[in-house]
């Protein structure tokens, strides 16, 4: 039988795209394979499911109905010079000028330039992978052309379910732009020359649109920055957006409105300036904008490089367990906890260990399958298949400076766009927090659990709760479940702490000069785990504490111990703290953690002997509002209700 006939016995088998399907082009559905691995990527011309050598005869095995793929093997071949390691032509790297990874003028981390791609297309027809190279065959049935050229022009399923571009810079019109009140205070503001109202700095001015107003702006993680007056003017007047000076030219100027706490963008901004007596047109930058502040502190070597030992040649590590994880822009928070939890032998077990019994149930739809996306994470980070020492590394081990070696690592893009789907953050390309991503994934796991060995029991926990009234003397014991230990930070109690009161008074005199304290000064706040701990075991006094021992208010001590201990305890520091001015800051502490420490004294013990229990079932009277009726009054209890209901609720 002819190539042509054979093809033609498959066309029911075919399907051409239509526009608005993922195609799995990119990466194997099952591992991270790719069509750069050695034996390239099986495309579905059906189902458009994407699989590496090792798996497309499973696929095929379980869903026969799917015999016909595209092969699809690429191959880089590095241009001589293009890594750096070579003289070449080519101009220096941009400096970036715009907060963003993968647009123009942002980030640079894509790979155009330094290879060339050599690709290879066939067709292969299962289970005997019998191959036909494409386009070469002549008089191709036409809808398997159709299906195959629809494929290769598609942006593929990656890209379509995840933005890879991420822009710091894009910025939404603020809700106060259209209606802001500006007041006529015969408030004229120069083109130049300006100074805080508050305090003696002449930089990083913020204009207040309301009030023309002008005030220093919030004080940085690093000291430097402003002396928060802008902030102090919000809150005592409410106006909500602000301007900064030294970045209005006649196409924009920085906006911030601190009731929505974000920068915005100001339509109207020419009018708004106008009002304050300055032209827009007319003006020149002469400070940075907030874009090329941040910038500056992702180019910044000096702590980073500490952190990264950059000035060290360090030795890469491979093999099983020391896979690396790429950030998909911000993905930091999700690759840290994936790599923690598959530390822990249950997790392995569940996901690695159990990784071939998952692939056999796997759905068709496996990218929409979380306990198979879970057991592709697991497998990739675990296998050691995707940890390989470089070619070259093998062929000769001094064949380059460690700094050259680095391992492949995977990119989760499948499963942070299945576990992020339908969540409000976790489905963006936004910063985010690791113990509410971790808090999310547990809860995920444990729905998709039921019935199976479930992993998350490992982590979970009873804490319990004593509440003693203070004037009675009777007490509450509450249990409730966790999965997490959200501890204090005490920076009060630091090791060292005259250390840092000497460190302290510095810098604030440095400010009152207008100087900064140089960054390699800096002296951090040295703790133990231990004193963290400690500080979380100690009585938290609960104000105006409604005891049902006195049918009264009253003020109650508050004490939590473990009633159970997990299996693995996690441990999350609390890393943000309310200053002195009531504005959120960012701990910045050295932690010691010893390899043991002993936690039975933390034990709950439940109700003791001599202790009186506060009557149960008794709540506050409820005062009715001013002219509702019983309707209004039902409602306000079903409310309240909810409320004290959904405040129990721990994942």
């Not at 999700?334 to 260990?353: A, C, G, H, W, Y």
């Not at 995707?386 to 700094?403: D, I, Q, R, V």
Request: glycine residues 8%.
């Amino acid at each position: 039988m002819s190539a042509l006939e054979t093809l033609y016995g498959y066309l029911p088998c075919v399907k051409v795209p239509r526009g608005g399907e993922k195609i799995y082009k990119d990466e194997c559905i099952y591992c991270y394979d790719t069509p750069e691995s050695e034996g390239g990527l099986f495309v579905c011309l059906k189902s458009y499911m994407g699989l590496c050598h090792l798996h497309v005869q499973k696929f095929y095995e379980k869903f026969p109905e799917n015999p016909i793929y595209l092969h699809l093997k690429r191959t880089k071949i590095e241009i001589s010079g293009a890594a750096g390691g070579g003289e070449t032509d080519d101009p220096p790297a941009k400096k970036p000028t715009r907060l963003a990874i993968g647009v123009e003028g942002g980030f640079d981390v894509s790979e155009e330039g330094r290879y060339e791609i050599q690709e290879e297309i066939s067709i292969v027809v299962m289970p005997g992978y019998e191959s036909f190279p494409y386009p070469s065959i002549e008089d191709t049935p036409v809808q398997i052309q159709l299906a195959i050229e629809g494929i290769l022009k598609s942006s593929g399923a990656d890209k379509q379910s995840a933005v890879e571009a991420w822009d710091g810079e894009v910025r939404q019109v603020s809700k106060h732009a259209d209606k802001l009140e500006q007041l006529d205070n015969g408030v004229k503001v120069p083109p130049k020359g300006w100074k805080c109202s508050r305090c003696d700095l002449v930089e990083n001015l913020w204009m207040n649109l309301t009030d023309g107003s002008i005030a220093c702006g919030r004080r940085y993680f690093d000291g430097s920055g402003g002396n928060n007056h802008a902030v102090d003017q919000f809150r005592e007047t409410g106006f909500p957006l602000a301007v900064k000076l030294g970045t209005i030219t006649p196409t924009g100027a920085d906006v911030y409105s601190y009731d929505e706490d974000e920068m915005v963008e100001d339509p109207h901004l020419a009018r708004h300036l106008q009002h304050f007596g300055i032209n827009m047109m007319s003006m020149e930058k002469t400070d940075k904008t907030m874009t090329e502040l941040e910038i500056d502190i992702n180019q910044r070597v000096g702590e980073w490089a500490t952190i990264q030992e950059s000035d060290k040649q360090l030795k890469p590590m491979y093999g099983p367990g020391y896979t690396g994880m790429k950030n998909m822009g911000n993905s930091c928070y999700l690759n840290s906890v994936m790599q923690v939890i598959f530390t822990l032998p249950d997790f392995r077990k569940r996901f690695f260990e159990d990784y071939d019994l998952i692939l056999n149930r796997a759905p068709e739809e496996a990218p929409n399958d979380f306990t198979t996306q879970m057991a592709k994470v697991g497998y990739g980070l675990l296998s050691g298949t995707f940890s390989n020492p470089p070619e070259e590394e093998m062929a000769a081990a001094a064949a380059a400076p460690p700094a050259k070696k680095v391992q492949n690592g995977i990119t989760p893009r499948m499963f942070k766009t299945l576990i992020g789907k339908g969540h409000t953050e976790f489905s963006t390309n936004r910063q985010q927090d690791a113990q509410e991503f971790f808090l999310h994934l547990i809860n995920i796991i444990d729905r998709h659990s039921r019935g199976t060995f479930n992993p998350t029991v490992s982590l979970k926990y009873m804490a319990e709760e004593r509440i003693q009234c203070v004037q009675s003397g009777k007490v509450r014991y509450k249990q409730r479940s966790d999965y997490l230990l959200s501890l204090p930070v005490p920076v009060e109690l630091a090791d060292n702490r005259e250390e840092l009161v000497v460190y302290e008074t510095r810098k604030r005199e440095k400010e009152s000069k207008g100087e900064k304290m140089d960054p390699k000064d800096l002296v951090r706040a040295k703790l133990s785990l231990q004193t963290c701990l400690d500080s979380w075991a100690e009585p938290e006094s609960i104000q105006d504490f409604y005891s049902s021992a006195l049918q009264a208010r009253s003020v109650a001590n508050k004490t939590t111990r473990f009633a159970t201990f997990p299996n693995y305890l996690m441990v999350h520091l609390k890393k943000f703290t309310i200053g002195e001015d009531w504005v959120p800051k960012k701990l910045d502490v050295s932690m010691s953690i010893p390899d043991e420490f002993d936690l039975e004294h933390l034990r709950g013990k439940g109700i003791q002997q001599g202790e009186e229990e506060l009557p149960e079932g008794e709540e506050p009277p409820m005062e009715e509002p001013a002219g509702a009726g019983a309707g209004a009054t039902a409602a306000a209890a079903t409310g309240q209700s909810k409320a004290q209901g959904d405040a129990n609720i721990s994942l």
